[in-house]
């Protein structure tokens, strides 16, 4: 299993970038994105189901980033719009395989992802 990110780059504050990660060719239970900043630790952005569905995000990108998947391709994808100087981070994709988890928001956790892509930087100038 492989998964293969990529998109990341230097952008001005406000605009758009999306973020892809290509999977090798088997489905997983869901996928998600996470990033993580210069100095702090790795945290969930955006996951949904491998059939799509059920979206969640974390506040600070709500209404502005959305993930998505190119079933044909199967490639993984998080449009960033509206982007802004904090949205800097190193960007990570994941996938699960099922598993059961006591607690209701498991898909926060990167502990529940059983395969990350190698990072992606994006960078935000003001």
């Known amino acids: 299993v492989q998964l293969q990110g990529c998109g990341g780059g230097l952008v001005q504050a406000g605009d758009s970038r999306r973020l892809s990660c290509a999977a090798s060719?088997?489905?997983?239970?869901?996928y998600g994105w996470f990033r993580q900043a210069p100095g702090k630790e790795r945290e969930f952005v955006a996951s949904?189901?491998?059939?799509?569905?059920?979206?969640y995000y974390t506040d600070s990108v709500k209404g502005r980033f959305t993930i998505f998947r190119d079933n044909a391709k199967n490639t993984l994808h998080l449009q960033m719009n509206s982007l802004k100087p904090e949205d800097k981070a190193v960007y990570f994709c994941?996938?699960?395989?099922?598993?059961?988890?006591?607690?209701?928001?498991?898909?926060?956790?990167?502990?529940?992802?059983?395969?990350w892509g190698q990072g992606t930087q994006v960078t935000v100038s003001s």
């Open positions: 994941a996938a699960a395989d099922g598993g059961a988890y006591t607690r209701n928001d498991y898909y926060i956790l990167s502990s529940t992802y059983d395969y």
């Open positions: 060719g088997r489905p997983f239970s869901r």
């Open positions: 949904n189901s491998w059939r799509g569905g059920n979206a």
